[in-house]
């Protein structure tokens, strides 16, 4: 009981004394400690799995075999700002679904196939 008194008497004396901004500090120790931890363990992973995403997206070409968050499974036929038309099953249904509900591309592309001029590659003069 008497040491109990002690530890409270000093940490009385030591926030009468200045000791108000040490302890201000350690009481907003864990918060400083978990907001970047949040930040490396919930916020940057997201956003990177965000912009694989929409680099999946954009790298989507006319003839790929994708796979939507539904389930269903197309080939592409046209590709249009944030539409896409694809043809599915055996009886070839055509449908337009949006660009924000392709969960993955199943066509594997080499990257040196990729044509990004566009001059038809006509070079005979």
Request: charged share 30%; hydrophobic share 40%; proline share 2%.
């Amino acid at each position: 009981m008497f040491q109990l008194s002690a530890v409270l008497a000093t940490t009385t004396a030591l926030n009468q004394q200045g000791g108000n901004a040490a302890t201000m500090l350690l009481q907003f120790l864990p918060f400083l400690i978990i907001i970047p931890l949040m930040y490396f363990l919930m916020i940057r992973p997201q956003k990177k799995k965000q912009k694989e995403e929409q680099k999946m997206r954009n790298s989507l070409r006319v003839g790929d075999e994708i796979t939507t968050i539904g389930g269903i499974t197309g080939r592409v036929l046209n590709i249009k700002e944030d539409d896409l038309v694809i043809e599915t099953g055996a009886d070839r249904t055509k449908m337009t679904i949006k660009k924000w509900a392709l969960q993955s591309v199943n066509t594997i592309h080499d990257d040196n196939d990729i044509d990004d001029d566009d001059d038809d590659d006509d070079d005979d003069i």
